[in-house]
C-alpha cells in the first residue's frame, strides 16, 4: 500500500515569495491534515479536511497561508507572501474514517525561507 | 486543553529495554492514550495507543496506570534504529482524529 505522498521535499524561497506544497493521501483515506513543524518542536496542526470540506483551521494563519482539497483527495498547502518564520517542515498526514487515532505522515517538505 | 509530562530525553544502550514515562493527570474517562515515534528526516509514525488495560502489538508494549494518570511505552530490545523523538499525545488530543504534540522525549541508543 502506497503511503501518503508529498511534494517538493525541499524549498528555498526568499522572504515575500511565494510556494506551494501538494500532497496525495493514502487511497481511500478522507481525513487529511497539514501540520507545520519548526526545528525542535513538535508538529503544530494547521488544517484539517474530512472529503473536501475544512474540520478545523483554527490554526491556519489565514492572511498567508491557504489549503485547499477540490475533489476530496489530494491537497495543496500555499503560502504567500512567506515570512523567515515559516521556514519548517511542513507534514501532511491522512486517516480512514474508522479513526482510531492511527494518523499517516508522509515524509515531509522542508521549507527555508531566506 | 490536556496536558502531558515526558522527560525531554533518554538513553538506552542496545538490545536492553527501555522505559519511556508519561504523565497525563487531566485525563478523562473516554480518552485513548496514544504514542507516535519520529525518526531523523520523517514524519511521525504511530506506535501504540490504549484505553485502560495494557497493550502489546510489534513494535512496543504500553503500560497504563490503575488511574489512569500516567502510562509507559516499553520498547522491549532497543535498536539503532529506535532512536528517535517519541511522542505521548495529550488526552483529548486526538478529538476529530486530530493529534496535539508536545515536545516529546528524545531516545538515544548506543550500540
Known amino acids: 500500500e502506497a503511503g501518503v505522498a508529498q511534494s517538493p521535499r525541499y524549498k528555498i524561497i526568499e522572504k515575500r515569495q511565494s510556494v506551494a506544497f501538494w500532497c496525495n493521501p493514502i487511497?481511500?483515506?478522507?481525513?487529511l491534515y497539514w501540520y507545520q513543524q519548526i526545528l525542535g518542536q513538535g508538529p503544530k496542526l494547521l488544517i484539517q479536511?474530512?472529503?473536501?470540506?475544512?474540520?478545523?483551521d483554527s490554526q491556519l494563519p489565514k492572511d498567508r497561508f491557504s489549503a485547499e482539497r477540490l475533489k476530496g483527495v489530494d491537497s495543496t498547502l500555499k503560502i504567500q507572501p512567506a515570512k523567515l518564520e515559516d521556514s519548517a517542515v511542513y507534514l501532511c498526514?491522512?486517516?480512514?474514517?474508522?479513526?482510531?487515532?492511527?494518523?499517516?505522515f508522509g515524509e515531509g517538505s522542508r521549507l527555508t525561507v531566506l | 486543553d490536556a496536558k502531558t509530562t515526558q522527560p525531554n530525553s533518554m538513553e538506552s544502550n542496545e538490545e536492553e529495554p527501555v522505559h519511556l514515562p508519561c504523565n497525563h493527570s487531566?485525563?478523562?474517562?473516554?480518552?485513548?492514550i496514544h504514542w507516535y515515534r519520529q525518526l531523523p528526516s520523517q514524519g511521525p509514525e504511530y506506535v501504540i495507543h490504549?484505553?485502560?488495560s495494557n497493550v502489546n502489538n510489534r513494535m512496543a508494549s504500553l503500560a497504563i496506570a490503575e488511574d489512569r494518570k500516567s502510562s509507559t511505552l516499553i520498547l522491549h530490545r532497543a535498536t539503532l534504529r529506535d532512536a528517535a523523538v517519541y511522542y505521548c499525545i495529550p488526552p483529548g488530543g486526538t478529538s476529530y482524529g486530530k493529534l496535539t504534540f508536545g515536545q516529546g522525549t528524545i531516545l538515544t541508543v548506543h550500540p
Open positions: 498526514a491522512s486517516s480512514s474514517t474508522e479513526n482510531t487515532g492511527e494518523l499517516f
Open positions: 487531566t485525563i478523562s474517562g473516554t480518552d485513548y
Open positions: 490504549g484505553l485502560t
Open positions: 479536511f474530512q472529503n473536501n470540506g475544512v474540520v478545523d
Open positions: 487511497s481511500g483515506h478522507a481525513t
